[in-house]
């Protein structure tokens, strides 16, 4: 058996890990991830010539925000984004309850509009987009007060290890004394956090083919010495003890700096995030969570281990169940944990664009100001570099000036724009027919049929993004969300649910459930969809009319719901009524025969009484004829004895 390991060797383990990670960031993924960047800010090239058009085509951006509104709307426009289905019957009342919760736990406690808009367009703009969530225990405390309490009553009180005195007076009233209190009462508290992690701040095993069976990962994030001593207070931490951070890493990326690039503000981060600050206190360091698999204990076996250093400096080393990030991609390429964004289909096109557009733009130019020959000497030069309308250009002979022929724009190169846009939209999925009708969408010649083909191919692309982010990384943040609850909401909380106050114990759910996601998914626009839910409500309200049993109230219910959903309302319940939640009144035909039961039971009751009646006067005869025989035969038993006749009177 091994021993256990010591921390200078899981320092130096967690050091190699990191340079491999960051090696393979910095060398591949970090400079595509930096070219995505500066390509959705339309930045530069970096090839243009002064003179000449400079204009830069936004390609990359457009496509990424035509898709973010469709994804947004899937996610995050009906009430349900997660639905979580009984194991068994008893299972059903807790399921309902646990997708309530669950829900309300993501968008209303952690702002999960934002946390769907920030991971989506880091995984459609860098390859994946990472979320971190976790359990967050924080103290509480409340003030409470108390008067006119016996010295029994303090003691009471005080044996709760929650109480501290903040203030106390005691006094006498007669013989009795009093004591009136102030306590502060102190407790923990926690709720789910979830954040957005930027992929820069990511790093992962590069074998890895999903974070699950990663040996190792990481969240990188820079801290300042004064957070550090928040976070971690049992420690004594002072910047010689911590070194100058990581000096043999990379501090700022390529990628990391291209995000502010835009507004201009990635020279400003140089210049704080040092380590020679003006203050110790503000002395910027990388804090690094670990999650890798190592033998700790010397065991021989790896468990799951979560190390939080700087520099060589252990803050934390502990035992955990799972590593708390999820991870979305557009494109998943099988056996890989990189996939590919949508950035990755267009950056050549916008570079392609930009080229083209010049080009054009330069000849318009050369059109409109074209280049001259001149005769040296015979021409006034301010006069022709003078370009102003009307303009009189001075000459000493005819013939002096003359203007160069400029080739003619051919017809097919904005026909070569056009081409371009229909390869965007075979590789992204966006174009016109997904953002709206164009002007040969309704000729004559076009059926309602062949727009629909047209629209529904097109919007595929997109559905098929969503479904992946909905399989791959929704489903997931939800069951993690729900095993948390599960684990450490030991206390009950109170919420509004269905507009409903309802008490919520997660503790008391059940730990094997069936998780679905809920999207919007679907063939078709929003004016399709909403002919198909009116043509379906026609239907059932026919089949409900006709004494059919295949509709229910339920089902009404849900079709009207999704019909206001189409329409753009989120708040059903402010226009239908679920009836589930209306106490149901009884049938006349099954009054009629509850009442009917009720009197054939008071029948069966009443002759049954009539029966002990008669059993009862039955007994009480036979006991008469018995006791007349006993007195018969003690008549006869005198008479022998006596020798005569005895009378009974």
């Not at 591949?28 to 243009?48: H, I």
């Not at 733009?361 to 050369?366: A, P, S, T, V």
């Not at 029966?611 to 007994?619: G, N």
Request: glycine content about 6%.
């Amino acid at each position: 058996m091994a021993e256990q390991m010591t921390e200078e060797e899981l320092t130096t383990r967690i050091g190699e890990e990191l340079r491999a990670s960051l090696g393979y960031f910095s060398d591949e993924l970090s400079k595509q991830r930096e070219m995505a960047m500066e390509y959705y800010y339309a930045l530069p090239f970096g090839n243009e010539v002064e003179g000449r058009s400079q204009f830069v085509d936004s390609t990359v951006q457009d496509t990424i925000e035509w898709i973010k509104p469709s994804l947004m709307r899937i996610f995050a426009s009906g009430d349900e984004m997660v639905k979580f289905n009984p194991v068994g019957p008893e299972d059903v009342d807790m399921a309902k309850q646990a997708t309530d919760y669950v829900n309300h736990v993501f968008v209303k406690d952690n702002d999960g509009w934002e946390v769907l808009y920030s991971w989506f367009t880091d995984a459609l703009l860098q390859k994946n987009g990472i979320v971190k969530v976790w359990w967050d225990e924080y103290p509480e405390s409340t003030r409470e007060e108390y008067h006119r309490l016996t010295n029994i009553e303090v003691e009471a009180l005080l044996s709760s290890p929650e109480l501290e005195v903040s203030e106390h007076s005691e006094y006498l009233e007669g013989e009795e004394t009093y004591n009136d209190l102030v306590v502060i009462r102190s407790d923990y508290n926690g709720r789910v956090k979830i954040e957005n992690v930027p992929p820069s701040e990511f790093l992962i095993a590069r074998e890895a083919k999903s974070i699950e069976d990663a040996k190792f990962v990481c969240h990188r994030v820079q801290v300042t010495l004064s957070d550090l001593r928040e976070m971690y207070p049992d420690e004594d931490l002072e910047p010689e003890d911590l070194g100058g951070s990581d000096d043999d890493m990379e501090e700022y990326s390529p990628e990391r700096l291209a995000r502010y690039e835009y507004d201009k503000t990635a020279k400003y981060w140089g210049s704080y995030a040092t380590s020679e600050g003006p203050e110790d206190a503000l002395r910027v360091y990388w804090l690094h969570e670990n999650y890798l698999l190592t033998d700790w204990d010397g065991d021989g076996i790896a468990e799951l281990r979560k190390v939080c250093t700087v520099g060589k400096k252990v803050l934390a080393n502990d035992a955990i169940d799972s590593i708390p990030f999820v991870s979305i991609t557009p494109i998943k390429i099988p056996h890989k944990f990189f996939g590919l964004s949508v950035a990755d289909l267009v950056l050549d096109l916008q570079l392609i664009k930009s080229t083209l557009m010049r080009n054009l733009m330069d000849n318009m130019y050369n059109q409109n100001f074209g280049r001259y020959a001149v005769l040296e000497g015979q021409a006034n030069l301010d006069d022709l570099l003078t370009q102003r309308p009307g303009g009189v250009v001075r000459v000493k002979s005819p013939n002096a000036v003359t203007p160069l022929a400029t080739p003619s724009l051919e017809p097919y190169s904005f026909q070569m724009l056009e081409y371009l846009d229909t390869i965007r939209e075979s590789r992204a999925g966006v174009g016109k027919t997904t953002q709206g009708l164009n002007d040969k969408a309704l000729t004559s010649h076009t059926t309602a049929s062949a727009v629909n083909s047209v629209m529904t191919a097109a919007q595929s692309r997109v559905e098929l993004i969503a479904r992946q982010f909905a399989e791959t990384g929704v489903k997931a943040l939800m069951r993690t969300i729900y095993e948390l609850l599960l684990k450490y909401q030991d206390k009950e909380r109170v919420v509004m649910l269905r507009n409903q106050w309802v008490p919520v114990r997660p503790d008391a759910w059940n730990d094997r459930t069936d998780c679905t996601v809920s999207v919007a998914l679907g063939h078709g626009n929003k004016e399709q969809q909403l002919m198909h839910l009116s043509s379906m409500m026609n239907f059932a309200g026919e089949a409900m009319r006709g004494g059919l049993k295949i509709v229910t109230e339920k089902n009404m219910y849900n079709l009207g719901a999704a019909l206001i959903r189409n329409m753009g309302f989120q708040n059903v319940n402010d226009f239908l009524t679920d009836p589930d939640t209306v106490p149901q009144e009884p049938d006349p035909r099954e009054q009629m025969a509850q009442m009917e039961m009720q009197n054939k039971k008071a029948e069966l009751e009443i002759r049954a009484a009539e029966v002990q009646v008669k059993a009862q006067k039955v007994q009480q005869e036979a006991a008469e004829m018995q006791i007349d025989a006993q007195l018969k035969v003690a008549e006869l038993d005198l008479e022998a004895k006596q020798n005569r006749p005895v009378a009974l009177g």
